[in-house]
């Protein structure tokens, strides 16, 4: 017998981790991708997953006399250089597309296997992670404050069509 637990929350920000350390702080959160998987016959398959959309939102602060320098925001091979004017009064925001094939395939079992409806949705908790550097300076003085948070990844059955993300023998 198939079981295939449904998780229907699909933008969740993600736990951050908060970095506060000598007055410099960090946090990061990030909104759940969204993926379409066509349906298939194959009850386990491995999925090749398109482009991923993250939205973030970086709280940052750091302490006087130091000024925001930079953040530098990395996820799998994609890093996003945000420098000081763009970082904005303690809150910069940032949407972040990651190419396909930057991850491998991800394994699915029970899921849009011949549903011919679709409309189904799985939340892959955590399967990603997003990497965070604050670069604090002022003229004698310099400080990098770290920030991590899981991301997760919302896959949504799209009714017929051929499943060309599928790469199951």
Do not use: W
Not at 126 to 141: I, W
Request: proline residues 5%; contains cysteine; glycine residues 8%.
């Amino acid at each position: 017998m198939r079981s295939l637990t449904v998780t229907l929350l699909l933008l969740v920000g993600a736990g951050p981790f908060v970095s506060k350390a000598a007055g410099n702080e960090l946090e990061i959160v990030a909104t759940a991708a969204t993926a379409a998987v066509a349906a298939g016959s194959a009850d386990r398959r491995n999925i090749l997953l398109g482009e991923l959309t993250y939205r973030f939102q970086l709280r940052h602060r750091c302490e006087a006399p130091l000024t925001p320098q930079s953040i530098v925001l990395t996820i799998a091979d994609t890093h996003e250089y945000i420098p000081a004017e763009e970082l904005g009064e303690g809150n910069a925001r940032r949407t972040v597309a990651l190419p396909p094939g930057q991850i491998p395939p991800i394994a699915v079992t029970g899921f849009c296997a011949g549903d011919a409806d679709g409309g189904r949705l799985l939340t892959l908790t955590s399967a990603l992670s997003a990497t965070a550097s604050l670069h604090c300076g002022s003229e004698d003085r310099r400080s990098v404050r770290y920030a991590a948070t899981p991301l997760d990844i919302v896959l949504v059955c799209e009714a017929g069509g051929s499943d060309d993300t599928d790469t199951s023998d």
